[in-house]
């Protein structure tokens, strides 16, 4: 499976931005993660196989959205009232397998697409 991010770019502090993940076929659960210069990879959100579950990092809960459309292979996470600390590279994966829960840790995703840069300014 391939994975391709886009979306990304500048935004002002309050503002919003939809980054969408592209995959070259069906997939299991996926999620966002993001990753700002000096400092780790860290989960944002994931979602299940079938878009009915869904989990949150706590920085972003009530600010992102993550939904998908199984039918484009694509996963989308809409990020409102955006803030300068957001700023990151954001990154798409994918579950190999199947599983029942929502995966939210890195060693649950097999596949990992290329990133798509988010700048939020003050």
């Known amino acids: 499976v391939q994975l391709q991010a886009y979306g990304g770019g500048l935004v002002q502090a309050g503002g919003s931005l939809r980054v969408s993940c592209a995959a070259s076929?069906?997939?299991?659960?996926m999620g966002w993660f993001r990753q700002a210069p000096g400092k780790e990879r860290d989960f944002v959100a994931g979602i299940n196989w079938s878009g009915r579950s869904t989990h949150y990092a706590d920085s972003v809960k009530g600010r992102f959205t993550i939904s998908r459309d199984n039918a484009k292979n694509t996963v989308y996470l809409e990020m409102n009232s955006l803030k300068p600390e957001d700023t990151a590279v954001y990154y798409c994966?994918?579950?190999?397998?199947?599983?029942?829960?929502?995966?939210?840790?890195?060693?649950?995703?097999?596949?990992w697409g290329q990133g798509t840069q988010v700048t939020v300014s003050s």
């Open positions: 076929k069906r997939t299991f659960g």
């Open positions: 994966a994918a579950e190999k397998y199947y599983s029942d829960s929502v995966p939210s840790r890195p060693y649950e995703f097999y596949y």
